[in-house]
């Protein structure tokens, strides 16, 4: 690690410890004895997400987490349930992501969460996810869901 002050290339580590999602060191420039800090974090691979027109865009949390307060609004659902279902759409994938992951997955994965928790943030998300052009997309999807709570 390059010395801020000196500029010389060797420093020793005196102190290492954990600091948010980060680990935070404590250095010594072996040259001129001075002391700073450095922060090193784990670089994430970049997650690309395939659309349904063919584009591509990096995976963004937040834009999946504003899809789900858009289907959960003035519904009894926590901030940490719907985090909840961002951490499993990134831990579903974490392991198969080799670069890129399909929006249609993403969508299946919110599903299959908003089905066990709320009906109505369900139909919501569908709605938008499954692009219902008329009633009849909203009656299937209430259908399936019936049938598959009888099951």
């Given at each position: 690690m390059k010395c801020p002050y000196c500029g010389f290339e060797d420093s020793k580590v005196i102190d290492s410890?954990?600091?948010?999602?980060?680990?935070?060191?404590?250095?010594?420039?072996?040259?001129?004895?001075?002391?700073f800090t450095t922060y090193e974090i784990v670089e994430q691979p970049l997650r690309i997400v395939l659309k349904r027109d063919g584009s591509?865009?990096?995976?963004?949390?937040?834009?999946?987490?504003?899809?789900?307060?858009?289907?959960?609004?003035k519904r009894?659902?926590?901030i940490a349930q719907v985090n909840a279902i961002a951490d499993k759409v990134e831990d579903t994938y974490a392991?198969?992501?080799?670069?890129?992951?399909?929006?249609?997955?993403?969508?299946?994965?919110?599903l299959e969460e908003l089905r066990d928790l709320d009906h109505i943030a369900y139909i919501r998300f569908a709605s938008v996810y499954q692009d219902f052009?008329?009633?009849a997309?909203?009656?299937?999807?209430?259908?399936?869901?019936?049938?598959?709570?009888?099951?």
């Open positions: 410890r954990p600091s948010d999602e980060r680990k935070r060191r404590r250095r010594e420039c072996l040259k001129c004895g001075k002391r591509i865009e990096p995976y963004d949390r937040s834009k999946l987490l504003s899809g789900i307060y858009h289907a959960i609004k009894p659902i926590t392991s198969t992501w080799n670069s890129q992951m399909t929006s249609d997955r993403i969508g299946a994965v919110v052009k008329d009633v997309g909203f009656i299937a999807a209430i259908t399936a869901l019936d049938d598959s709570k009888h099951k």
